[in-house]
């Protein structure tokens, strides 16, 4: 081997590797990797024995509960979907409106394991994948209608449901450094403070799939005002994806509710229309006087006193599932 060519060598190992590591740190960091599993920034105020980090504001982890789910990286919470009776379905408003503490006592009352599975900006492709793909059959669906029937998924959830192997690395390993966010950065961080952030975070029981939250902003009050607009030109399409989720949801035995959980933009024609043509049960309640913390999602106080209005509908929707079922 010539001197100048050991001469770049020492250079390419000494200099040009060292700055390779540090560059591919930076981008993990600083959320610009493809996969990325950095969660010190994001708040850990909201562990708990049976609680993970479901999404996190700071890109640089963004999802988990997409991956945690498909992969089964929280064996507790799979565990606990396939024991459910009801599985809630949705997006980020149905995350909010389904995890109200009163909808989990209700369904036990009833004799009936409720399990909140819906997704941040998630539609109906990736859920009905999902029960399909661990052969899941609840007794009962309950789907937000809100933006969800439209036969795709998000770019998060495609890109879970592609299954390529840099993706199992990556929630495997928020699963695995979330022990040491945990460890690190609840409760008094000391030296560590530098370290550990409060980027706003939502956590996910793995009991049940309600959400709390981690030094997330909700101290705004914005009146819900639902829309009194009916998407005529979108309504055909929605049907038509309506009718495949149903027949799928039959397929794994079980009725399907449609709901409508309040936010502003959103009215209750959709679901209605949808009721009538599929022959669905409904269960719908007014949001006059309600509130949201950021003109979208309710708070948890909301949360519950929208799950106090719309209980009597869920009722007697459960009770048309009942007469469906003897047909």
């Keep these: 081997m010539n001197a100048p060519f050991r001469r770049y060598l020492r250079i390419l190992f000494g ?3 060292p700055l390779l590591v ?15 599993f950095w969660v010190f920034r994001c708040s850990a105020a909201g562990y708990g024995p049976d609680t993970y980090l479901g999404s996190c504001a700071d890109k640089a982890y963004a999802d988990y509960e997409r991956g945690a789910a498909w992969l089964g990286t929280e064996p507790k919470a799979l565990q606990a979907l396939r024991d459910a009776d009801v599985v809630a379905l949705g997006n980020s408003r149905a995350v909010a409106g389904f995890s ?3 909808w989990f006592d209700w369904f036990q009352a009833r004799g009936m394991r409720f399990y909140n599975l819906a997704f941040n900006g998630e539609f109906d492709l990736f859920p009905i994948s999902l029960l399909e793909k661990l052969d899941l059959r609840p007794r009962v669906i309950v789907v937000n209608v809100d933006y969800f029937f439209y036969g795709t998924a998000n770019l998060v959830g495609k890109r879970v449901m592609g299954g390529a192997p840099d993706v199992r690395f990556e929630y495997e390993a928020k699963q695995w450094i979330q022990q040491w ?7 008094d961080r000391g030296l560590l403070s530098w370290v550990c952030g409060d980027a706003p975070a939502q956590y996910r029981s793995g009991l049940d799939g309600r959400a709390s939250y981690g030094d997330w902003p909700m101290e705004r009050r914005v009146p819900i005002e639902m829309s009194l607009d009916f ?24 009725c399907l509710i449609l709901s ?9 024609q959709v679901a209605q229309r949808l009721a009538e043509d599929l022959s669905l049960p409904l269960a719908l309640a007014e949001a006059d006087g309600l509130y949201t913390y950021d003109g ?20 007697k929707a459960l009770t048309a599932c009942s007469e469906l079922g003897q047909r």
């Design 15 to 17: 200099i040009g590797l």
């Design 22 to 36: 540090l560059a591919m740190l930076w981008a993990m960091v600083t959320g610009n990797l493809q996969s990325n």
């Design 100 to 102: 109200a503490e009163g």
């Design 181 to 187: 966010h945990r460890l690190y950065c609840s409760g």
């Design 231 to 254: 998407p005529r030109a979108d309504y055909p399409h929605l049907l038509e994806k309506a009718k495949d989720f149903k027949r799928r949801s039959l397929q794994r035995g079980a």
């Design 260 to 268: 409508v959980v309040p936010t502003n933009g959103i009215n209750h």
């Design 296 to 315: 979208s999602h309710m708070s948890p106080d909301q949360a519950q006193a929208w799950f106090q209005r719309v209980s009597p509908a869920m009722d």
